[in-house]
């Protein structure tokens, strides 16, 4: 399977940008980044994926290296809310259709206030 | 549109009895998941729908454990009979077909006695 590296944690005041990284150097040309999320007593909640390029959505923007052996996560203004685990994943294809999450031990994001 | 929803949302049993834990994915995915995490370890996934078939069963951890998804929509997950071990938050999780974002519920909390 391949693999991710996340810190264990990171701490981020309300209002400001938080950035998490991801480190994937074993990633294949075929593997999609995709992140998401856990808040507590809730189930894994999809954020944002990318293959090469950079991608917005409402939620978060994803930055992907050139290499794309790593990538950031960037929360423009992090709330309270944005507290949770939150998880790098290649999203392994193979056989054109079949495909799973790997999940690791992600990054607990602490938002104070 | 409805989530997935996931049923019951806590199971306490006794080791050796029976428990069934039933979930209901996004109207209209043909992919549905089942992943679970133990006590103080990773979300590790169990398997794979495509519609009524099993796609990839390689996380089903013994054959005490048995999924279904007759008919191709609602899937049940039946562990008999349950040991100490077997205690955690089991997931579901449906999506599209394609490389379309996993939907996941809010997890049963199995609790095993």
């Known amino acids: 399977d391949a693999k991710t590296t996340q810190p264990n944690s990171m701490e981020s005041n309300e209002e400001e940008p938080v950035h998490l990284p991801c480190n994937h150097s074993?990633?294949?040309?075929?593997?999609?980044i995709h992140w998401y999320r856990q808040l507590p007593s809730q189930g894994p909640e999809y954020v944002i994926h990318g293959l090469t390029s950079n991608v917005n959505n409402r939620m978060a923007s994803l930055a992907i290296a050139e290499d794309r052996k790593s990538s950031t996560l960037i929360l423009h203004r992090a709330t309270l809310r944005d507290a949770a685990v939150y998880y790098c994943?290649?999203?392994?294809?193979?056989?054109?259709?079949?495909?799973?999450?790997?999940f690791g031990k992600g990054t607990l994001l602490t938002v104070n206030p | 549109e409805a989530g997935v929803t996931q049923f019951p949302s806590h199971s306490v049993i006794e080791k050796g009895q029976t428990v069934t834990l039933r979930c209901d994915p996004i109207?209209?995915?043909?992919?549905l998941y089942w992943y679970r995490r133990v006590m103080g370890k990773e979300i590790k996934f169990l398997l794979h729908?495509?519609?009524?078939?099993?796609?990839?069963e390689s996380g089903m951890p013994n054959n005490r454990f048995l999924a279904e998804r007759t008919g191709g929509t609602y899937s049940t997950l039946k562990v008999q009979p349950a040991e100490l071990e077997d205690s955690g938050v089991y997931f579901c999780?449906?999506?599209?077909?394609?490389?379309?974002?996993?939907?996941f519920g809010n997890g049963t909390r199995l609790t095993v006695t």
């Open positions: 994943i290649l999203r392994e294809v193979w056989g054109g259709s079949n495909y799973k999450l790997t």
């Open positions: 074993t990633i294949s040309g075929t593997d999609y």
């Open positions: 999780a449906s999506s599209a077909r394609g490389i379309s974002p996993l939907h």
């Open positions: 109207s209209g995915h043909d992919n």
């Open positions: 729908f495509v519609k009524e078939s099993k796609q990839d």
